[in-house]
């Protein structure tokens, strides 16, 4: 038996179109257009093509998109200045400050310099707290993804047995608040986890973010399980001169064999992260304006 392919470009889409509705709403109602700001340090080749891509869709959504692209030497100092007018500039409800920042530069500094109320990545101290604790925040982009994913293959996760493989603070952990909230009994694995083979065979849900190109084998999955594949693997062509290939954490070809469910790589995960930023920017802005919230687009 073959695996449903989970279609997570055409379900972003779908969010996206709701985020454009809420966005004409929006500006139609209160005249107010959501505004997201995207700060690249560095010319990082992949990171270009994600700010890119983010801007793009913004623009789409009707949203006003501001572009801050800085030299690799930017100071802490400058960035933490730019922080400061982006924070107090009314145009402005999302601010993304694209990761990994070159190594001079404090991550966790830069990130909790960012006004949490405009954190739509939720990588904030506070909204991670708030998160953990189960208080209303902004959610990271990649896990609301996935439990949106989920929440419409499964319905109502309760009992479940959710695995998730990789314990950072931008997919994981706050992965794993999601599934706890949604009543999943959840276990964390990581690279220290002993026997992970047998503990991801027990999972009805695999959520796999250790980006470690097609570590997840096939014998690894639970018959009729849903797999989550977030890993986004850049390899270099098989033939001479083509195009890198994108591949994801999970043995794709042997895990479909044995999945219930499974998201490909591209085309899974990846759109679902975009669609949720553009979310959390049109919920940040009705919030920062005290304004009712587009319920349909919050967990
Ligand atoms: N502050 C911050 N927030 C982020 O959300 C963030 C970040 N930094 N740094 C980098 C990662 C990576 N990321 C992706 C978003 C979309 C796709 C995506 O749309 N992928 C397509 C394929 C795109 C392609 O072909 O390269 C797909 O999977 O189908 C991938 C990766 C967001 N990130």
Same mark, same amino acid.
């Given at each position: 038996?073959?695996?449903?392919?989970?279609?997570?470009?055409?379900?972003?889409?779908?969010?996206?179109?709701?985020?454009?509705?809420? !966005?004409?709403?929006?500006?139609?109602?209160?005249?107010? !257009?959501?505004?997201?700001? %995207? /700060?690249?340090?560095?010319?990082?080749?992949?990171? @270009?093509?994600? !700010?890119?891509?983010?801007?793009?869709?913004?623009?789409?959504?009707?949203?006003?998109?501001?572009?801050?692209?800085?030299?690799?030497?930017?100071?802490?100092?400058?960035?933490? =200045?730019?922080?400061?007018?982006? +924070?107090?500039?009314?145009?402005?409800?999302?601010?993304?400050? @694209?990761?990994?920042?070159?190594?001079?530069?404090?991550?966790?500094?830069?990130?909790?310099?960012?006004?949490?109320?405009?954190?739509?990545?939720?990588?904030?101290?506070?909204?991670?707290?708030?998160?953990?604790?189960?208080?209303?925040?902004? %959610?990271?982009?990649?896990?609301? =993804?996935?439990?949106?994913?989920?929440?419409?293959?499964?319905?109502?996760?309760?009992?479940?047995?959710?695995?998730?493989?990789?314990?950072?603070?931008?997919?994981?952990?706050?992965?794993?608040?999601?599934?706890?909230?949604? +009543?999943?009994? /959840?276990?964390?694995?990581?690279?220290? *986890?002993?026997?992970?083979?047998?503990?991801?065979?027990?999972?009805?849900?695999?959520?796999?973010?250790?980006?470690?190109?097609?570590?997840?084998?096939?014998?690894?999955?639970?018959?009729?399980?849903?797999?989550?594949?977030?890993?986004? +693997?850049?390899?270099?062509?098989?033939?001479?001169?083509?195009?890198?290939?994108?591949?994801?954490?999970?043995?794709?070809?042997?895990?479909?064999?044995?999945?219930?469910?499974?998201?490909?790589?591209?085309?899974?995960?990846?759109?679902?992260?975009? $669609?949720?930023?553009? $979310?959390? *920017?049109? %919920?940040?802005?009705?919030?920062?304006?005290?304004?009712?919230?587009?319920?349909?687009? *919050?967990?």
């Amino acid at each position: 038996m073959s695996a449903d392919i989970i279609d997570g470009k055409a379900f972003a889409a779908s969010i996206r179109d709701r985020v454009a509705a809420a !966005t004409g709403n929006l500006k139609e109602e209160f005249g107010l !257009t959501p505004g997201l700001a %995207v /700060v690249l340090v560095g010319e990082d080749p992949a990171s @270009q093509v994600y !700010t890119r891509s983010k801007e793009r869709m913004a623009t789409a959504a009707g949203m006003a998109s501001f572009e801050h692209r800085l030299a690799e030497e930017t100071t802490e100092r400058e960035l933490l =200045g730019l922080i400061d007018n982006l +924070n107090a500039d009314p145009e402005v409800h999302g601010i993304l400050v @694209q990761l990994p920042l070159p190594p001079h530069l404090d991550s966790a500094l830069v990130i909790n310099a960012i006004d949490p109320n405009k954190d739509v990545d939720g990588f904030h101290i506070s909204n991670a707290g708030r998160l953990a604790t189960g208080q209303t925040s902004m %959610v990271p982009c990649t896990p609301l =993804g996935c439990l949106l994913l989920l929440k419409d293959r499964i319905g109502d996760l309760s009992g479940k047995h959710a695995v998730v493989v990789g314990r950072s603070n931008i997919v994981g952990k706050p992965m794993a608040s999601l599934l706890l909230g949604a +009543n999943a009994t /959840v276990s964390i694995a990581h690279s220290r *986890t002993a026997d992970l083979a047998g503990l991801c065979r027990q999972a009805d849900i695999l959520v796999a973010a250790v980006g470690r190109p097609g570590m997840i084998e096939g014998d690894w999955i639970k018959p009729g399980a849903t797999v989550i594949d977030v890993g986004i +693997n850049r390899l270099p062509s098989e033939t001479e001169g083509g195009k890198d290939r994108l591949v994801g954490d999970v043995d794709f070809a042997a895990a479909k064999e044995v999945a219930g469910a499974i998201t490909p790589v591209p085309g899974g995960v990846g759109p679902m992260t975009i $669609a949720c930023l553009l $979310a959390n *920017t049109v %919920v940040a802005a009705a919030r920062i304006n005290g304004l009712p919230e587009p319920d349909e687009l *919050t967990v």
